[in-house]
């Protein structure tokens, strides 16, 4: 594995290559996005990790590590819009050869990129500026993420391919099948690797954790569509020798994997509802219930945004309801 200037670049076998890419720090912390190289008779990249000020330096950087150019990619695909994974793609519009492949529907709304990010960026801010009114300090901490997470707020990415379920992309040996799996955001895809047996999951399964939804998500994850596409999934895991998600290790041992993740998301809403019907509580005060201690703010971004999304399957439900209560929004029971 080489390593310079934070860029991991590990070539996994002869025809895969995958490159941990910073985009976020803060203090001590730092968040790495991957992103894989398909080396096969075309070369193809799944997603294009952060945007980077200098024309996408970072990718280029991890590329020429692996003895390849930017302008031997004949496609990017784009496992969904977010920009720790889409943002490397601005800035290549010099390169006609490569294709921007991306799920169908997202097409028309993430080609403007930066005004994309610039709205997604107000919504991941206005939803929390009332449940939070009253706790500045995790706000501010909150805001300051979404400010560094959403960026840049400029700049364009012309789609070349809508993909579908279903679809199957070719880059010569290895072929891919295009599996819908939302849930994370709207347009989550994951890429089956059909002759090796690997899935590519984008931020849909990560090797820890449940995904993140809602809150710095801005719009369009929800818990209902996670868990059909955890199911949906399911039934590709036992053909499957390791999945590759875009955060994190690899995937190799994931015989419950499914039913783990649901159960966590199981036990994560039992929490937060029995904790309502036991007294009306502030979204800080459910933090508090599912998630005692957090010492991270990147933790604390996508914690708030999960409680949240919990919030909102409950209230679609008509299980809970809120209400304003002297300044401070509080969730309780019922319509
Ligand atoms: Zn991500």
């Not at 590590?65 to 031997?72: A, H, L």
Request: one cysteine or more; hydrophobic letters at 35%.
């Amino acid at each position: 594995m080489n390593k310079i200037d934070d860029i991991y670049v590990d070539r996994l076998y002869p025809y895969l290559a995958m490159f941990r890419i910073p985009y976020f720090s803060s203090g001590n912390e730092k968040a790495f996005a991957n992103v894989f190289l398909v080396i096969d008779d075309e070369l193809m990249l799944i997603d294009a990790g952060p945007y980077s000020e200098d024309k996408s330096s970072k990718l280029t950087y991890a590329l020429k590590q692996s003895g390849f150019d930017i302008k031997d990619i004949s496609r990017i695909v784009y496992t969904h819009s977010h920009p720790d994974h889409m943002g490397g793609g601005l800035g290549l519009d010099g390169y006609k050869g490569i294709r921007h492949c991306i799920y169908r529907e997202a097409k028309n709304k993430v080609e403007k990129y930066g005004e994309y990010v610039s709205s997604v960026k107000s919504i991941a801010k206005n939803i929390f500026s009332e449940l939070l009114f009253l706790y500045p300090e995790a706000k501010d901490t909150y805001f300051d993420v979404v400010d560094h997470f959403w960026n840049p707020t400029y700049g364009e990415i012309g789609i070349d391919e809508q993909l579908d379920e279903g679809d199957s992309i070719s880059t010569g040996k290895l072929k891919f099948k295009v599996i819908f799996t939302p849930g994370h955001s709207p347009w989550d895809i994951t890429l089956l690797e059909e002759t090796k047996s690997l899935l590519f999951s984008g931020d849909f399964l990560l090797s820890k954790s449940s995904t993140m939804t809602g809150g710095l998500n801005g719009f369009g994850s929800d818990l209902i569509s996670y868990e059909s596409s955890l199911k949906k999934i399911n039934k590709y895991l036992d053909q499957i020798k390791c999945i590759y998600p875009a955060h994190g290790p690899a995937i190799t041992s994931f015989s419950n994997l499914t039913d783990s993740l649901l159960a966590i998301v199981k036990g994560r809403e039992d929490k937060i509802f029995n904790a309502i019907s036991t007294n009306n509580c502030s979204l800080m005060d459910l933090m508090k219930v599912v998630y005692p201690s957090i010492d991270s703010v990147i933790v604390l971004a996508r914690c708030l945004g999960i409680v949240l999304t919990h919030l909102e399957k409950l209230e679609n439900e008509s299980k809970i309801h809120r209400i304003k209560d002297s300044d401070e929004v509080r969730f309780c029971l019922g319509r």
